[in-house]
């Protein structure tokens, strides 16, 4: 059949959630049979999130191919098992300097380059998934960052208007608004949807799906009111309440017939409604679920969107389990040798998180060696790695001015170091060792055994600087194995001290491999080792 698109809009407030809607709906058709992918376009000037502070944006997400995304792609592989790539995610940035560098070339012949319909084109094109030459899809669903009446995202608008009606019925536009609860008046107002819709009316979308986010349950006499005013079918008015966990989105909006109903506006038969077994399995595994296990994440970001992946895939790997992954936040600054022990009190496992730059690293370093020492299942990720090789060099090796050459260019036992290649680099974003690379695996490794004994795996990487090759004879010596390589180049990318519980580092970045149906087999054994 055709290529089907589905255009995901949002209005009222920001943080509704169209990411969890966009991943419900490809989680909604691919049950169906049917071969989807979710795109991201992101109205801000930035070429993408990789230099954003995760304060500003949460955690930059990166893709197979090596391309730093928005956290929505995240949801969209956890939710529906995709591989996304760079095409999965677009910012006005790329657009503008796509149609920039396309002038410089003198592709226009001397026209004047305007918004219209010079960037509509290019964000139509992308919306299209011109570029890729991937196998016949059934739906790209693409979801507008932003709120229905930011001046950023008019274009974006634009494009959909005007898509509309080149695709016809092959053509849908979900919009995701709020409908606040009023506790003086103990009412729930549908005002701010009825503007809403009439500002997308505006710019010439007629919405035919609605998704009203509540934190109440809507009655049918307010989803009516809402149809009437806003010329939708009372059917396509759907409710998207606060759920218990993000996972039963998916099965909520099956139950009020969202995919029934955008199939029905497409013109395509509904059929039979999919049994999603093993979704509803996990469901019913994360309901169960009564025992807890507290894990530290030791880390300088103190918010929840900074480390989403990894909190994602130690809260998959608990409900695998059969526990409750209870998460908690150690600021790794505010950490010292006189208070680690309290902080880290009751905690059955350890994660030193992943980051850039000098802040907070010291208190990594610390809480790597009382974890060490104690005997506390340990997960190093990236930097985190990265730090609890630089401790195992201060106190075991005793060489007490180790360091990384990001943190100090004149250690003398720089036994994290940058790659050759990066050391010419001076501009910053996307020039790291980004993307999915092999790994092979020493047999008999606590490593290998969490990957059933395979020897060569593949991860993800975001990261300059890497283990001190010349270094890794001393470390074996003295107890810390390294024992996962780069087959190309030999670089270090896993050490582990074999004879403690759990005490395993990673220079790659196993959450963002991570999903629903297929929790990561490293955070799977680490789970384990904590109970």
């Given at each position: 059949?055709?290529?089907?698109?589905?255009?995901?809009?949002?209005?009222?407030?920001?943080?509704?959630?169209?990411?969890?809607?966009?991943?419900?709906?490809?989680?909604?058709?691919?049950?169906?049979?049917?071969?989807v992918t979710i795109q991201k376009f992101d109205p801000y000037i930035?070429?993408?999130?990789?230099?954003?502070?995760?304060?500003?944006?949460?955690?930059?997400?990166?893709?197979?191919?090596?391309?730093?995304?928005?956290?929505?792609?995240?949801?969209?592989?956890?939710?529906?098992?995709?591989?996304?790539?760079?095409?999965?995610?677009?910012?006005?940035?790329?657009?503008?300097?796509?149609?920039?560098?396309?002038?410089?070339?003198?592709?226009?012949?001397?026209?004047?380059?305007?918004?219209?319909?010079?960037?509509?084109?290019?964000?139509?094109?992308?919306?299209?998934?011109?570029?890729?030459?991937?196998?016949?899809?059934?739906?790209?669903?693409?979801?507008?960052?932003?709120?229905?009446?930011?001046?950023?995202?008019?274009?974006?608008?634009?494009?959909?208007?005007?898509?509309?009606?080149?695709?016809?019925?092959?053509?849908?536009?979900?919009?995701?608004?709020?409908?606040?609860?009023?506790?003086?008046?103990?009412?729930?107002?549908?005002?701010?949807?009825?503007?809403?819709?009439?500002?997308?009316?505006?710019?010439?979308?007629?919405?035919?799906?609605?998704?009203?986010?509540?934190?109440?349950?809507?009655?049918?006499?307010?989803?009516?009111?809402?149809?009437?005013?806003?010329?939708?079918?009372?059917?396509?008015?759907?409710?998207?309440?606060?759920?218990?966990?993000?996972?039963?989105?998916?099965?909520?909006?099956?139950?009020?017939?969202?995919?029934?109903?955008?199939?029905?506006?497409?013109?395509?038969?509904?059929?039979?409604?999919?049994?999603?077994?093993?979704?509803?399995?996990?469901?019913?595994?994360?309901?169960?679920?009564?025992?807890?296990?507290?894990?530290?994440?030791?880390?300088?970001?103190?918010?929840?969107?900074?480390?989403?992946?990894?909190?994602?895939?130690?809260?998959?790997?608990?409900?695998?389990?059969?526990?409750?992954?209870?998460?908690?936040?150690?600021?790794?600054?505010?950490?010292?040798?006189?208070?680690?022990?309290?902080?880290?009190?009751?905690?059955?496992?350890?994660?030193?998180?992943?980051?850039?730059?000098?802040?907070?690293?010291?208190?990594?370093?610390?809480?790597?060696?009382?974890?060490?020492?104690?005997?506390?299942?340990?997960?190093?990720?990236?930097?985190?790695?990265?730090?609890?090789?630089?401790?195992?060099?201060?106190?075991?090796?005793?060489?007490?001015?180790?360091?990384?050459?990001?943190?100090?260019?004149?250690?003398?036992?720089?036994?994290?170091?940058?790659?050759?290649?990066?050391?010419?680099?001076?501009?910053?974003?996307?020039?790291?060792?980004?993307?999915?690379?092999?790994?092979?695996?020493?047999?008999?490794?606590?490593?290998?055994?969490?990957?059933?004994?395979?020897?060569?795996?593949?991860?993800?990487?975001?990261?300059?600087?890497?283990?001190?090759?010349?270094?890794?004879?001393?470390?074996e010596k003295a107890g810390m194995k390294c024992v996962g390589f780069?087959?190309?180049?030999?670089?270090?990318?896993?050490?582990?001290?074999?004879?403690?519980?759990?005490?395993?580092?990673?220079?790659?970045?196993?959450?963002?491999?991570?999903?629903?149906?297929?929790?990561?087999?490293?955070?799977?054994?680490?789970?384990?080792?904590?109970?």
């Amino acid at each position: 059949m055709e290529t089907k698109y589905i255009f995901v809009t949002g209005g009222v407030v920001s943080s509704l959630g169209k990411g969890i809607i966009s991943a419900s709906i490809g989680k909604l058709l691919q049950a169906r049979g049917y071969k989807v992918t979710i795109q991201k376009f992101d109205p801000y000037i930035n070429i993408d999130p990789g230099t954003l502070n995760p304060y500003e944006h949460g955690e930059c997400y990166v893709t197979e191919d090596g391309f730093e995304t928005d956290l929505d792609l995240g949801h969209y592989e956890r939710f529906t098992g995709i591989h996304t790539t760079r095409n999965n995610s677009i910012t006005t940035g790329r657009i503008y300097k796509t149609v920039i560098d396309r002038e410089r070339r003198g592709d226009y012949l001397g026209k004047t380059i305007q918004v219209v319909p010079h960037i509509t084109d290019e964000i139509k094109r992308c919306m299209l998934r011109e570029d890729e030459k991937e196998e016949q899809l059934d739906f790209v669903i693409t979801e507008v960052g932003g709120t229905i009446g930011d001046i950023e995202s008019a274009p974006f608008m634009e494009a959909i208007r005007q898509l509309r009606w080149q695709l016809g019925r092959n053509a849908v536009c979900v919009h995701l608004t709020y409908v606040p609860y009023l506790k003086a008046a103990n009412e729930l107002k549908t005002k701010p949807t009825q503007h809403s819709v009439k500002e997308l009316q505006g710019m010439g979308i007629q919405p035919d799906i609605l998704v009203l986010r509540t934190e109440r349950h809507l009655d049918d006499s307010l989803r009516m009111k809402v149809a009437s005013f806003c010329n939708v079918d009372l059917e396509c008015v759907v409710q998207s309440e606060d759920m218990p966990s993000i996972f039963e989105v998916p099965v909520n909006m099956q139950r009020q017939g969202l995919d029934a109903a955008i199939l029905r506006k497409i013109g395509i038969p509904v059929g039979e409604t999919p049994a999603m077994k093993p979704w509803h399995d996990f469901l019913d595994k994360q309901r169960n679920a009564r025992r807890e296990v507290h894990i530290a994440l030791v880390g300088k970001y103190d918010l929840q969107d900074a480390y989403k992946s990894i909190r994602e895939s130690l809260n998959l790997a608990g409900i695998y389990n059969d526990v409750k992954a209870k998460l908690h936040f150690v600021n790794s600054e505010e950490i010292t040798r006189e208070n680690v022990a309290a902080k880290l009190e009751g905690m059955q496992g350890v994660v030193i998180c992943p980051g850039f730059g000098q802040r907070g690293i010291e208190g990594k370093i610390i809480a790597a060696g009382h974890t060490r020492s104690n005997d506390i299942p340990t997960f190093g990720i990236c930097l985190g790695m990265q730090m609890m090789v630089i401790e195992f060099a201060r106190n075991v090796l005793g060489y007490a001015d180790a360091n990384s050459s990001e943190m100090d260019a004149k250690t003398p036992h720089n036994v994290i170091d940058m790659m050759e290649e990066q050391k010419s680099i001076t501009q910053m974003g996307g020039t790291m060792r980004l993307g999915a690379y092999e790994c092979e695996l020493v047999k008999g490794s606590r490593a290998c055994d969490a990957y059933g004994n395979e020897t060569l795996i593949r991860e993800r990487h975001r990261h300059r600087y890497e283990f001190n090759s010349r270094y890794q004879e001393e470390f074996e010596k003295a107890g810390m194995k390294c024992v996962g390589f780069n087959p190309a180049s030999r670089l270090v990318e896993i050490v582990e001290l074999p004879g403690k519980r759990w005490y395993i580092g990673t220079q790659f970045h196993p959450e963002y491999s991570s999903t629903v149906l297929h929790p990561h087999p490293l955070f799977m054994s680490f789970i384990k080792s904590c109970l």
